[in-house]
């Protein structure tokens, strides 16, 4: 019997690994809250243009990933606490996969010693949002998938034009990344154009246009219809917006930024070694790897984009008349990859590990309370359930907490999401929060019933001068945080 089929390749093996050691994590995404409490909603009642969870937000509730906030929902019923925990990883994974075969595919059979390193430098970048439960996975996964799609394009597939179309569908359903498909798909086919200027070109580019165009256009049948087209702009343009850690420029006291300018550098030494260029891939991948250090979100992307550039053009890269002793080295410890992976299995091993989490989860689904980490104070808001519901005065991680675990009846002061809630909304919060000027006039235009807060620094300013006007009691302690009860005149 031959084994060799059933071992792992080095990819599937890293990708077991994380499958693995991901699921195992405790929910630790203050925002999957409130996926999870929308997602929830949505099941129960539908869609609906009025914020369920606030009174302040005022702008509208535009739910424009709830495809992750019904699938994690969902999850929860049958799988426990475990189940977007093992949805997370299972995504990860993937990509992790999917970006392995499209690398190879880019460099050739003797690029696996460059297709793994480019791996992990993108790896590297998109570490940081591992620990994190949200939908941004689903959005790198559905980039690979276009990338993937894209490259068998170029090879001269034109049916996959036709998915296209169905991938931005489910993409703009399920992650605000969605603009990012139609965006290359077009910059690659103009590239194409310009790498090879025939008649016969033109008109696939133009097909190719098409194609996505039409990935745009579908993104329309979602609940936000039309205005989802704006959406991105709008929200990008948001004074709050600029105020969040993913929008910022590139932060350099991360590490993972490191790997990205690693990554940057490599690409533009590569390229410069190459006896010819490729626009189709050079495009897309230095206007979004430019956008990604004004904008540090778009670095996962980029970094898919720049790896990829880096292993095709190292293949057309000017060869060494006499090997060096590094050249000698790397065509060692190519032959060793080429041993390893040769007839290995990519993806046996994570379906494996896959299967049998969803099995021991679903015979035993673990209460979401007994899976969230310590950051998130969970007796404290069981505690506010308990109560009558009211308006809660709280911090802005802890608004999708409050409404997944206490219920959308305690109407938050602002959350996460951001979007429904109106400038002034975000300017009494800071001044609430900082005890600027005007902060008691926001507390009595808001008359909350409960304080959700933290009691170190800055929150304890709010909590000084409450303590000192009164009426207020300290109902619950959880951590860093309070729950606070207005005691009102009967």
């Not at 077991?16 to 630790?28: D, E, S």
């Not at 609906?48 to 019904?70: I, K, N, Y």
């Not at 001269?156 to 179309?165: C, I, K, N, Y």
């Not at 951001?418 to 975000?426: G, R, V």
């Amino acid at each position: 019997m031959r084994i060799r089929p059933y071992l792992p390749a080095p990819a599937g093996l890293l990708a077991c690994g994380l499958l693995l050691w991901l699921a195992a994590q405790p929910l630790r995404s203050y925002d999957l809250f409130f996926h999870l409490a929308g997602g929830r909603y949505i099941l129960e009642h539908g869609f609906s243009r009025v914020d369920p969870f606030s009174l302040t937000g005022t702008a509208g509730w535009v739910p424009h990933e709830w495809g992750f906030g019904v699938l994690c929902a969902l999850l929860l019923k049958v799988l426990g606490a475990g189940g977007p925990a093992l949805f997370v990883a299972a995504l990860i994974a993937a990509n992790v996969l999917l970006l392995q075969v499209a690398l190879r595919r880019a460099g050739g059979s003797d690029a696996n010693l460059l297709a793994l390193v480019a791996l992990g430098l993108v790896l590297g970048v998109q570490s940081s949002t591992w620990p994190q439960e949200r939908p941004f996975h689903i959005g790198q996964l559905f980039f690979v998938l276009a990338v993937m799609g894209l490259q068998a394009w170029r090879a001269g597939d034109e049916r996959w034009l036709w998915a296209f179309p169905v991938l931005g569908l489910a993409w703009a359903n399920l992650h605000g990344s969605w603009p990012l498909g139609p965006a290359l798909l077009a910059s690659s086919a103009l590239g194409q154009s310009l790498d090879e200027p025939t008649p016969a070109s033109r008109r696939r580019t133009v097909r190719a246009l098409a194609a996505a165009l039409a990935m745009f256009l579908v993104a329309g049948l979602s609940p936000d219809g039309p205005h989802i087209y704006l959406y991105p702009l709008q929200h990008a343009l948001l004074p709050s917006t600029q105020t969040i850690y993913e929008w910022r420029p590139l932060d350099l006291d991360y590490r993972w930024s490191w790997a990205y300018l690693a990554l940057f550098a490599t690409f533009f030494f590569v390229v410069g070694r190459a006896r010819t260029w490729r626009i189709a891939v050079l495009l897309p991948a230095l206007v979004l790897g430019i956008a990604a250090l004004k904008v540090q979100r778009h670095a996962p992307f980029a970094a898919v984009l720049l790896a990829l550039a880096v292993v095709e053009h190292a293949a057309l890269a000017h060869a060494a008349e006499s090997p060096s002793p590094f050249e000698r080295l790397r065509a060692r410890v190519e032959r060793g990859l080429v041993g390893w992976s040769t007839g290995t299995s990519l993806a046996l091993w994570p379906g494996i590990a896959l299967l049998a989490l969803v099995v021991l989860h679903a015979g035993r689904p673990l209460p979401v309370e007994t899976r969230t980490h310590a950051t998130i104070p969970v007796h404290l808001l069981q505690a506010l359930r308990d109560q009558p519901p009211g308006r809660v005065l709280n911090r802005f991680i802890l608004g999708g907490p409050i409404s997944f675990f206490a219920g959308a009846g305690f109407k938050v002061f602002i959350d996460s999401r951001n979007d429904p809630f109106p400038p002034a909304i975000h300017d009494a919060y800071e001044q609430l929060v900082l005890s600027r000027p005007g902060w008691e006039e926001a507390l009595e235009r808001y008359d909350p019933d409960y304080l959700v807060w933290d009691t170190v620094n800055p929150g304890n300013l709010l909590l000084d001068h409450l303590r000192e006007r009164g009426g207020w009691r300290e109902a619950v302690r959880d951590g860093g945080y309070v729950l606070w009860v207005r005691e009102r005149p009967k």
